[in-house]
């Protein structure tokens, strides 16, 4: 039973679209997170919502929206997508505010066209 | 400005031949450090958490220990299914996100 899931995980468009990056966890945590992994492997954390709040948002384009529906959803909205957001995105998720992803998804490869 | 770097970038080893794969910081105040496996096409995994120096933490065939400066992930007698990309991080006393370095891409052949 996935404990972080995250879809699609494989994502292929052109420069401009719009896009969206789904997140689920069953795990029960109250936080979860966006990271963002570069081509030169290097996470970076995006964004982190506590209990459907944001508390934590990094230096990230405004074209990056994140949407917490409930604590056990985060999903990533992309507006106007550019070439640089090629990268895999991670969904991970922890208990209590400590900041410390415990459980990452398997990620989504966006490919800017 | 608070920095982690993992060194070596890559290490490849036969099965049952131990090494050590270092992380070094500088942080302003360190909350905790953390080490994570990274298996190719995956999320990372958490393996362990360090708090302070002299700690020592293990798992199977990893331990992981803290000085001031720097953690090691020390690997006895590896097995192939021990490849991975290991990552470190650390959280500062601020505790914000935690700072993540490049991590360390181990091959370990039978």
């Known amino acids: 039973d996935t404990a972080v899931s995250q879809t699609p995980k494989y994502l292929v468009t052109q420069m401009g679209n719009d896009k969206s990056i789904k997140c689920e966890q069953n795990?029960?945590?109250?936080?979860m997170y966006w990271y963002k992994q570069d081509s030169k492997k290097f996470l970076k954390i995006m964004f982190s919502?506590?209990?459907?709040?944001?508390?934590i948002n990094e230096t990230v384009p405004n074209r990056f929206s994140p949407k917490s529906p409930d604590k056990a959803h985060l999903n990533l909205h992309i507006n106007s997508l550019e070439l640089g957001d090629s990268a895999v995105y991670f969904c991970?998720?922890?208990?209590?505010?400590?900041?410390?992803?415990?459980?990452f998804g398997d990620g989504t490869r966006l490919s800017i066209l | 400005e608070d920095q982690v770097t993992q060194s070596p970038e890559a290490l490849r080893l036969q099965e049952g031949e131990s090494s050590s794969l270092n992380c070094s910081y500088t942080?302003?105040?360190?909350?905790?450090l953390f080490w994570y496996r990274q298996d190719p096409g995956k999320g990372p995994e958490f393996l362990f958490t360090?708090?302070?120096a002299g700690e020592e933490k293990e798992k199977e065939r990893l331990k992981a220990t803290l000085t001031k400066k720097e953690s090691f992930l020390h690997i006895t007698a590896p097995k192939p299914e021990d490849s991975a990309t290991y990552l470190c991080?650390?959280?500062?006393?601020?505790?914000?996100?935690?700072?993540f370095g490049k991590g360390t891409t181990l091959s370990v052949s039978s």
């Open positions: 991970a998720s922890s208990q209590g505010t400590g900041g410390v992803p415990q459980h």
């Open positions: 795990l029960g945590h109250d936080t």
């Open positions: 919502y506590n209990n459907k709040e944001l508390i």
């Open positions: 942080v302003s105040g360190l909350r905790g």
């Open positions: 360090l708090y302070s």
């Open positions: 991080a650390f959280q500062n006393q601020a505790g914000t996100a935690l700072i």
